[in-house]
């Protein structure tokens, strides 16, 4: 049986679970930007493409584009969507392969490119089609090859280092949209738009600012937190909030500079 005031109510990492209000905005997408599927034309040779159209994609910092192939058997064309890396104009005819020459848009495995290549799409297992350096204005380099083991280090946006098999592909290039982020949104309106068609996490309430029963922060005569933000890992789902199992606290990089 329930008791009154027995229990909190549901914090907001545990509502969100369900996906209800919570599930991404997809409406208005264009559809999943993935390169070619891998096949004989790419491993043995290469295939043209060509860029019908560059167009924005509801939220996507970046653009995408249509590229437009031959059909492999049939007498057909088909339309490829993939996320356009910068200098891609309409028009442009695109070359996928092994034998593709490095030039921007072209995809090619990253074995074949040499190292201080800048790419991305990059696949992190053969033909998965795409899976890292795909943000707005981010790329991947590659650092090293390792021709015995067939393998290549790779340089992600974050400045982790990976490594990942030599015929994985990638796209020669920078992905278009950077420096979206270096203008500040100024005002709310802008922050509501930016979100209303990604995803419901906008705006956040904090969880000082909330009464006890909503969540573990709230409550109290000032807005504060009244114990130490971290949390054990095998805490129960209404109490993980704050930092979880955290090794570390504090700025990283050592001093702060004001």
């Not at 907001?12 to 390169?35: I, P, Y």
Request: hydrophobic letters at 30%.
């Amino acid at each position: 049986p329930e008791f009154p005031g027995s229990m909190g109510r549901r914090i907001r990492s545990s509502r969100k679970g369900a996906g209800s209000v919570f599930t991404a905005h997809t409406q208005h997408r264009k559809g999943a930007a993935k390169l070619r599927s891998l096949d004989f034309a790419e491993r043995h040779g290469y295939i043209r493409g060509v860029v019908k159209a560059i167009e924005h994609d509801s939220g996507r910092g970046a653009p995408i584009a249509e590229i437009r192939f031959r059909h492999t058997h049939k007498y057909k064309t088909v339309t490829e969507t993939v996320i356009a890396p910068e200098g891609l104009y309409t028009g442009q005819s695109i070359y996928c392969g092994a034998k593709a020459e490095l030039a921007i848009g072209n995809v090619l495995p990253v074995g074949l490119m040499p190292e201080g290549s800048s790419v991305c799409n990059l696949e992190s297992k053969v033909g998965d089609r795409g899976t890292l350096a795909r943000a707005g204005g981010c790329y991947a380099t590659i650092i090293a090859h390792n021709s015995e083991e067939n393998r290549t280090r790779i340089k992600l946006p974050s400045g982790h280092k990976v490594v990942v098999p030599s015929g994985a592909r990638a796209m020669v290039g920078v992905i278009a949209g950077g420096g979206r982020v270096d203008k500040p949104l100024l005002k709310a309106g802008n922050a509501y738009h930016k979100y209303k068609c990604k995803r419901n996490t906008w705006p956040k309430v904090r969880g000082v600012a909330m009464n006890p029963v909503d969540h573990p922060h709230g409550g109290g005569n000032h807005q504060h937190i009244g114990s130490s933000s971290c949390i054990s890992r095998k805490a129960v789902s209404g109490q993980k909030v704050g930092l979880i199992a955290a090794r570390r606290t504090g700025f990283s990089g050592g001093k702060r500079k004001f």
